[in-house]
């Protein structure tokens, strides 16, 4: 083990944190303290000539890998037990190119980072709801969220991408360089390499009418069945995330409905700013909602809207669905269970996945889902690490009582190691091309802390 470390301090220019050092539990901590895992080595790479050397490293050393950007993967996958982590997290250039309207993005990144920087040149990038969230894990995964419908996911504005493979070779993925792998990356995740840097296509997209609104549990059924019909025959430019929640005992929130069980619906209108008001005519006479904070608002805000409700450090249970219809049965189960949310900070959301989205073939990309209406996901979180059986069970029994009405697989950036079985059925008819290009890229399966594609 001296001679590899001696190897690693000697061929990056990255800090090298040990067991032993003072920062190894900061550094191995990410967002789900429900993971626990104890890495041999975590090697904060300063930049892409280190993520080589580590590849060489690790593979001249037999030692496990993992990769780690953001850090929020639920399963807690981008660490290893007494592996090797290469830690991008502090890769975090970012250029944008405002007359192309293009960002090159190092995989350290936030959305938060990302966000800001677009958004002083009034572009964005198609990602998630959660500022505090990796942009290199979630690309990779799909990459969906608040401009979906009008821009599609992640990956549909994804460019180009450096990749240092597990030979330990740099090399250039985009439409006519390593056009498989470029294919497989966008949806594939962290399976055919290390992502050294992403470059987006953004949006035109400064401010947006958002926020959220909510409405009684009682009226729940109503609620959802108004929220099928308005966002089936609504334009690209309204997207709404329906979720069960408890309002939050907290500013801004009025005291009456402090600790309520409400549905509610996050809402993000990108069309005409002068029109919104408009738009939101019926969906304000609906109801009426119990609460709207839906104005008009900048992008980033939108984005990192819920991070103070959601600091790292919680329990978190995931579990991820794709449906296509809102069945009265189906409507059913969903109250049921959403009217037994666990703790105060769980929740389930059901993401709009169609729109822009759909416009995309289902074999033109990795990610094979385009055929969904929504990604579900369901995540029980608590801040004490003696809810977590309590917040598993209920994801659980809320994820079995889908099955009947859920098109199969689920999104992979919302799956816990459990899950590993339902990768497959995740990638549908993308499958065995997927384990084709993994066997050309990455044969020995070096890159398996994911949720893993064997090579076929
Ligand atoms: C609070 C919260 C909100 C979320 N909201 C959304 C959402 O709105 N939309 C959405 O799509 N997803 C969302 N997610 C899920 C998110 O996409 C995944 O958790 C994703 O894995 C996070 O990426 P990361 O870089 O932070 O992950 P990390 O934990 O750092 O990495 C996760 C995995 O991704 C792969 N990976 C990461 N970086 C690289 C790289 N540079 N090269 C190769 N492989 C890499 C590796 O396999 C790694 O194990 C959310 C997650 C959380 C916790």
Redesign the pocket.
């Known amino acids: 083990m001296e001679k590899l470390i001696e190897a690693l301090r000697n061929n990056t220019q990255g800090q090298v944190i040990l067991p032993q050092d003072h920062g190894y539990d900061k550094a191995r901590a990410?967002?789900?303290a429900m993971i626990d895992k104890r890495p041999a080595i975590i090697l904060k790479c300063k930049d892409k000539e280190d993520v080589v050397q580590m590849v060489k490293i690790a593979r001249e050393n037999n030692l496990e890998v993992?990769?780690?950007?953001?850090?929020?993967?639920?399963a807690?996958?981008?660490l290893v037990n007494d592996g090797l982590v290469i830690d991008?997290s502090e890769m975090k250039s970012i250029k944008i190119n405002p007359s192309e309207k293009t960002a090159l993005v190092e995989?350290g990144n936030?959305l938060h980072d990302l966000d800001k920087a677009t958004h002083e040149h009034g572009l964005a990038l198609p990602?998630?709801?959660?500022g505090?969230?990796?942009?290199?894990?979630?690309t990779?995964?799909?990459?969906?969220?608040y401009l979906s419908r009008k821009g599609g996911l992640?990956i549909d504005n994804l460019l180009e991408a450096e990749?240092v493979l597990a030979s330990g070779e740099l090399v250039t993925a985009n439409a006519t360089s390593h056009p498989d792998l470029f294919w497989a990356l966008r949806g594939g995740?962290?399976?055919f390499?290390?992502?050294?840097s992403f470059t987006f296509n953004l949006l035109p997209i400064k401010n947006v009418y958002a926020g959220p609104m909510f409405w009684p549990l009682e009226q729940a059924e109503e609620v959802m069945k108004f929220y099928d019909k308005i966002t089936k025959n609504a334009t690209n430019d309204l997207y709404g995330f329906f979720a069960f929640l408890t309002v939050p005992p907290a500013e801004p929130f009025p005291e009456h409905l402090h600790m309520k069980k409400v549905c509610g619906i996050v809402w993000c209108y990108t069309g005409d700013m002068e029109k919104a008001a408009e738009v939101f005519d019926p969906i304000r006479a609906f109801g009426p909602p119990i609460l709207d904070f839906v104005t008009e608002l900048p992008m980033p805000a939108l984005n990192g809207m819920f991070d103070e409700l959601?600091p790292p450090g919680y329990q978190?249970y995931w579990k991820g669905n794709y449906f296509d219809e809102l069945t009265d049965e189906c409507i059913q189960e969903h109250i049921k269970h959403g009217s037994q949310l666990p703790t105060m900070f769980s929740t389930m959301h059901l993401?709009p996945i169609d729109g822009k989205v759909h416009e995309t073939a289902q074999e033109d990309t990795a990610w094979a889902n385009r055929g969904a209406r929504w990604a579900q996901v369901i995540v029980g979180v608590s801040p004490d690490p003696a809810e977590a059986d309590k917040i598993t069970k209920w994801s659980r029994d809320y994820n079995e009582a889908m099955k009947p009405y859920a098109l199969g697989g689920g999104?992979v950036?919302?799956m816990m190691q459990d899950d590993q079985a339902r990768v497959k059925e995740s990638y549908g008819v993308n499958f065995d091309r997927l384990r084709k290009i993994k066997k050309k890229y990455d044969p020995d399966n070096f890159?398996h802390?994911?949720q893993n594609i064997k090579p076929e």
């Open positions: 990410i967002y789900n993992s990769v780690r950007s953001g850090g929020h993967n639920g807690g996958l981008s991008l995989p936030t990602v998630g709801i959660n505090t969230t990796g942009v290199a894990g979630l990779l995964g799909g990459g969906l969220g992640a990749v995740g962290g399976n390499g290390v992502v050294t959601y978190w993401y999104y950036n919302f890159f802390m994911n």
